[in-house]
């Protein structure tokens, strides 16, 4: 090397043994000649050690057949990629732990900590790098000429998917599919052979040192080359479709006017969120993002990210809560877009993850305004995030409930399997739509017997309605016929199966602040769930979530037919009016223990007229009605002899 005095840089060596400044200095190797045997490396070394890119031995030699290890590979990588100090720094700051935790030399700590910033390897690789004896081993492993390929092809931001019908390799068949990509890249880049040595590649064997000083300077002429086409930075704007850091790769998609760009983030990226700073995990699917990037050599990106700002992250999401607390929900959730088919029982969801709630979200579930920790687990929930992520609003709709309100349209869906559509106002006055059946041909319709404007009850199976209460007929009396107990999620406590006066069951929550009442309207002290099994019930509900429970006598259920004979009108508070109706029943009825003839008075907020004919449903409470149902079955003056419960006609009226 015409007997150059050039100490080597002992940052870029290839071995631990040259630590030490004063062991190398520039003499031509001895143990490569330029008319020997590996005269054919000779240029690419004594460039490469000029440069301080690669180094020799102490006694003057540089053992050209020796094998390249794992930490000599990065500490090269680490010479071609060139980084800034400062990116050094911040590699070592934050990779630096899992290096020694693994093993790594000192000397090639920052070339390894670049290595995992540089997205070349990950701590799994290096972990699995120590385990298998590639680090710090008596019995030292080599890395294959396959890793060798694919490390050098994340290093130069070549393509993983590059031409393979460039590599003329005999033996072809055997280089893994992860590194043909890479390889045919390396070709295309003229840093590797199409035909490898002698015709083949030899995957399998390690690589020598005269072999990687090649490889390392049209690596190097490679990077220069590339590094000074542009360092100009550009600019890009979009919604964010996915992030990911699968294999330790940290990347961003965003979607522009259906266009997608893909952008690679390292260290150096710096994230921005409401004028604060921000991190990679803060960046989720849906906001509205700019990136300032820079370009890269590998064509299956857009560009390396340098700054990525959120300018919108508000946005309307639907999914499944699998978790809560009194400060937020985890859902499994996806966009909620115009398109999505929240008719079906079924939605498929893209992503998960924990929404804290807005200091003033709003969170109602079948009308009634609710807690975050009152929310039940595989409830669908419909919700809006404002600009930082946080959730301002939730609707939410139970797997099983009950919800009463006044229709205000009924129609059928387009399409040729459409289906019912029910609107109904709830008690937050706002208008929510439930589905009934799948009309087909020939199939009767769920909401044949309800007109606008009627007062409704229906089960519901999140928005679908899975059963119309019948005329008169109140849902949420009933047998508890099953108990079981909760889960530690929230506030619930248990659930309890419910089989109505018809037969028919529903599952229902109770929480920690359901109370339970005897027959004489007298609270327990607390709630024993064991007790509740067989016991004849009147539930107070909020949705699926079970308020009260009040004891009665299943005996002092009833169902039958009465006439109105008398109206009291009470003037109250604020113009407000309360109406006393007086009742004589006129048919021994379906169920229960009201009979012929008695007379009895409750209040109701309905408008009938004296004389009206009612089927009305409910219980007895110490001789007086309890709870009741009721529905207006005809104007006439007397109904005679037989009313039928299943189709609500009476043989005759006068």
């Not at 050599?297 to 978790?323: M, P």
């Not at 139970?398 to 609107?423: A, F, H, L, Q, Y």
């Not at 920690?512 to 099994?533: C, F, H, P, W």
């Amino acid at each position: 090397m015409n007997n150059k005095k050039i100490t080597k840089a002992i940052s870029l060596g290839l071995c631990a043994v040259l630590l030490i400044p004063s062991a190398v200095y520039a003499k031509e190797f001895k143990d490569v000649k330029k008319s020997e045997g590996y005269g054919w490396a000779y240029d690419y070394i004594d460039e490469m050690s000029d440069k301080g890119v690669i180094e020799g031995y102490p006694d003057n030699t540089f053992k050209p057949d020796k094998a390249v290890n794992f930490e000599e590979t990065l500490q090269l990588l680490k010479g071609i990629i060139n980084p800034s100090k400062d990116e050094v720094k911040k590699a070592v700051e934050k990779y630096g732990e899992a290096c020694e935790k693994y093993g790594v030399s000192s000397w090639a700590k920052e070339a390894v900590a670049i290595g995992i910033d540089k997205n070349i390897i990950t701590e799994d690789t290096l972990k699995e790098a120590q385990s298998k004896g590639f680090i710090d081993s008596k019995n030292l492993v080599y890395p294959n000429r396959n890793t060798i390929a694919v490390y050098f092809g994340r290093g130069l931001n070549l393509s993983s998917s590059g031409d393979v019908d460039v590599l003329k390799h005999k033996d072809i068949d055997k280089i893994p599919a992860s590194t043909k990509g890479y390889l045919a890249s390396l070709v295309e880049a003229g840093i590797f052979s199409a035909t490898g040595s002698e015709g083949n590649f030899d995957g399998d064997r390690y690589i020598r040192r005269s072999e990687m000083a090649k490889i390392t300077k049209l690596s190097y002429d490679y990077k220069t080359k590339a590094g000074s086409v542009s360092t100009e930075t550009k600019d890009a704007t979009g919604t964010v479709v996915l992030t990911t850091d699968i294999n330790n790769l940290e990347t961003i998609i965003i979607e522009k006017d259906s266009k997608r760009s893909q952008f690679r983030v390292n260290t150096s990226t710096t994230f921005k969120m409401n004028d604060k700073s921000a991190v990679f995990s803060d960046i989720k699917s849906g906001q509205e993002v700019k990136i300032t990037y820079t370009e890269s050599s590998d064509s299956t990106i857009t560009g390396i990210a340098k700054t990525v700002e959120v300018t919108n992250s508000s946005k309307d999401l639907i999914g499944y809560i699998t978790a809560t607390n009194s400060n937020g929900i985890t859902v499994k959730y996806t966009t909620n877009k115009d398109n999505l088919d929240i008719k079906s029982e079924d939605i498929n969801t893209t992503d998960s993850g924990l929404f804290e709630l807005a200091s003033n979200a709003k969170i109602y579930e079948l009308g009634k305004e609710v807690q975050a920790r009152d929310l039940t687990l595989d409830s669908l929930v419909e919700f809006k995030t404002d600009s930082s992520g946080k959730v301002t609003d939730i609707i939410s709709f139970p797997k099983t409930g009950t919800v009463t309100g006044e229709v205000i349209s009924i129609s059928s869906t387009s399409g040729n399997d459409s289906k019912e559509t029910i609107r109904l106002k709830l008690s937050n006055g706002k208008t929510y739509t439930f589905y009934g059946n799948y009309i087909r041909s020939g199939n009767s319709r769920l909401f044949d017997d309800i007109r606008v404007n009627d007062k409704v009850t229906l089960t519901t199976n999140y928005k679908n309605i899975s059963r119309v209460g019948e005329k008169g007929e109140n849902l949420n009396i009933g047998r508890i016929v099953s108990v079981y107990r909760g889960s530690s999620s929230g506030n619930r406590v248990g659930e309890i199966v419910l089989e109505d006066t018809n037969g028919n069951r529903n599952t229902y929550y109770l929480t920690d602040a359901t109370s339970v009442y005897d027959y004489n309207g007298i609270k327990r002290a607390q709630m024993d769930l064991d007790s509740l099994e067989g016991m004849t019930v009147e539930l107070d509900l909020d949705g699926s979530r079970v308020l009260k429970i009040k004891e009665i006598d299943e005996g002092s259920i009833f169902d039958t037919v009465a006439q109105v004979i008398d109206i009291q009108v009470k003037s109250g508070a604020m113009g407000s009016t309360t109406k006393t109706y007086t009742i004589r029943v006129v048919n021994d009825g379906k169920k229960g223990d009201l009979r012929q003839g008695e007379v009895f008075t409750f209040d109701a907020d309905v408008n009938y007229d004296r004389y009206t004919i009612i089927r009305i449903a409910g219980y007895k409470v110490n001789g007086d009605l309890g709870s009741v149902t009721i529905d207006e079955i005809a104007k006439e003056k007397e109904i005679v002899d037989y009313y039928d419960y299943d189709t609500g006609r009476g043989t005759e009226f006068i």
